[in-house]
């Protein structure tokens, strides 16, 4: 199942018009548009399961984002969402745990890996497994796979964590708070006929890095 043009247009209207007025009078717009990106998340999630067995299975409806913010403690009080976000995260589906994410935004799609929130225990678990196999985790992201496809993000410390030594030769990754990896992807990209086996293919490159960081998490080597 493609994403369709009218999906994407409908989240461009929603941009100009984020407020509930709008959206009631739209809101057919809207379940033809998630129920678009619900079936693409499932094709994608059947062709993520031939290389990855923990996400076969999954239903998408509950991989799914809810369009409505959360507005109770934010000074952004627009009520809705300008995308569609989903997230696979296999049969260790907890907080934490690198999985694959879709966000699909008109002007601003991407794709990603890693580690976005997560306790602070499994990021102490993430920072000594790179402190402690620092060459493999090097080996993975210099590897010319993930030089082409990918961007580590997130926020970081000013200084390394008083727990690692200061002239740590990871210290540098030893400061993000998050370690997500980030595609971009285009609009026109989104749209194409081959846009699901896109996504499997770049999930499939974030593989190597994934596993890094939950065997930090899920069964520590």
């Keep these: 199942m493609n994403i369709k043009k009218d999906t994407l247009r409908f989240l461009q209207d929603l941009k100009r018009n984020n407020n509930r007025e709008w959206f009631n009078n739209n809101k057919n717009k809207y379940i033809s548009a998630n129920e678009n990106f619900v079936q693409f998340v499932q094709s994608l999630i059947n062709e993520v399961a031939k290389f990855d067995d923990s996400v076969a299975g ?122 997500t990896i980030i595609h971009a992807v285009k609009d026109k990209d989104i749209v194409s006929e081959g846009f699901v086996k896109y996504c499997s293919k770049i999930f499939k490159a974030m593989v190597p890095f994934n596993s890094f960081v939950n065997k930090s998490l899920i069964s520590p080597a």
């Design 58 to 179: 999954i239903d998408a409806k509950y991989c799914v984002f809810r369009i409505y913010r959360d507005i109770r403690f934010s000074k952004n009080k627009l009520p809705y969402k300008t995308n569609f976000g989903a997230t696979l995260m296999g049969k260790h589906n907890n907080c934490g745990i690198a999985g694959y994410y879709v966000h699909i935004e008109p002007g601003d799609s991407f794709l990603a890996g890693g580690v976005h929130m997560t306790e602070p225990r499994n990021l102490d678990a993430i920072r000594e497994r790179i402190s402690a196999k620092g060459k493999e985790f090097l080996s993975i992201i210099n590897g010319r796979t993930f030089k082409n496809n990918f961007m580590i993000h997130g926020e970081k410390l000013v200084r390394v964590p008083p727990e690692f030594h200061n002239n740590d030769p990871m210290g540098d990754f030893l400061k993000y708070k998050q370690l």
